[in-house]
């Protein structure tokens, strides 16, 4: 691995996490505080492309085994990227079709939203499963490529929320289509350049046994007590610190009475705080150690949303704005210790279906935060007229999440799941022999 692949990894990772931005920090404002739509629906059109997330175990371990013109990974970052990008465009597009026809919005924007969430489950599982290839375990680049992606990532998210806050002021349609358009240009560019000459070519097509198939790869997962520990860890670490991602921006402007410019500078604040972990997580990971480093951030996450509690019932907007960038600063830190955790969690043999495995937790993870963020709010809305209280619910339940997370995570085992992969996939491949 070199400086200049490291480099393009970090350029797909930024060209595909970019189209999530104008969603989870514009459009879910715009759908919820402006066009009146229910949380809960809006929660379900931003997590329905998550429940796709099988896929990336499925593409994962397929391109383990296939290449597609003599490469196992870039042809799929390429048409994951573009879907991405597309979708997310087509998007804001789409949810104005809620003010002609209930039903055309709906049928339009489950579309969008699919093809958007398809890509960045394709592009995802690809140039991660890339990443944990060239790799090699121990000689620094891992961590190195790591922290370079995700610190690129931050730059870009920053970037990204002050331009669309800057294109949003005054508000309007046009302008949400103009920024919505200068986010799908920007992701095509970095998704084409970042995917050019990355990979090396395959030497030659993977032998294929009785027990390539889908079951037998869920079955290497599951028959792995290790695995599974962490899959459920990574599921509620997700769930705890992503059911705010559709209910934030609203939050700002329901209780605070932001507008939808100052609601999209929030993205930028609290990327400012991960970018900040990010940069100084390397070394602290090195001389602290992951889960150490991992518990930290959540228990900074968790003192993050509880004075963002505060701040909705003080009526301190300013303060608000504190606890984003305090919430940065410990998604950051977990961020990178889980990450280079994960990548710890594979096999050299079957990389996509590992990294397919954790990117399922990812995303069901988000997906059961958003949805059920959202039936909490509205529920609780309605039951008793005060919309902070539905809030209030769902930031508390985020503490006691990570709370939970910190302690399964002193179980889990790098070793120990290492030793099970190995005698599972060779007790597999013996009784397909069979």
Known sequence: MN???????ASVHVGVTITVVPITSTLNRIMIADLGLSALLVGILVAFPYLLSPLQVVIGNWADKNPIWGRHRSPWMVLGGLMAAFGSYLSAHAVFLFEQDFALGVL???????????????????????VSEISPEGSGWRNRAVSVMWTAMILFIIATSLALAYLLEPFSRD???TAFGLVWLVACVLVLVGSAGVEPAA???TPKNKADNPLTSFRLLADNPAALRFFVYLLIVLISIHAQDVLLEPFGAEVLGMSVATTSRLASIWGVGLLLTLTAGTPLVRRYGKKNCANVGGAVAALAFALIIITGWLGNAGLFMGAVLLLGLGGGLMTISNLSFMLDMTVPQAAGLYIGAWGVADFVGRAIGTIFSGLLRDVLYQLTGQVIIGYSVVFGLEIIGLLLAIWL??????AEFRRNAEVNRQDVLALAAD
């Open 108 to 130: 339009a924007s489950l579309a969008t939203f699919t093809v958007w969430g398809m890509g960045v489950n394709i592009a995802s599982v690809s140039y991660l499963s890339l």
């Open 203 to 205: 030497t030659g097509q």
């Open 409 to 414: 995570f002193r179980d889990i085992s790098v």
């Open 175 to 177: 302008a949400l289509y």
């Open 3 to 9: 400086w200049r692949k490291v480099i393009q990894l």
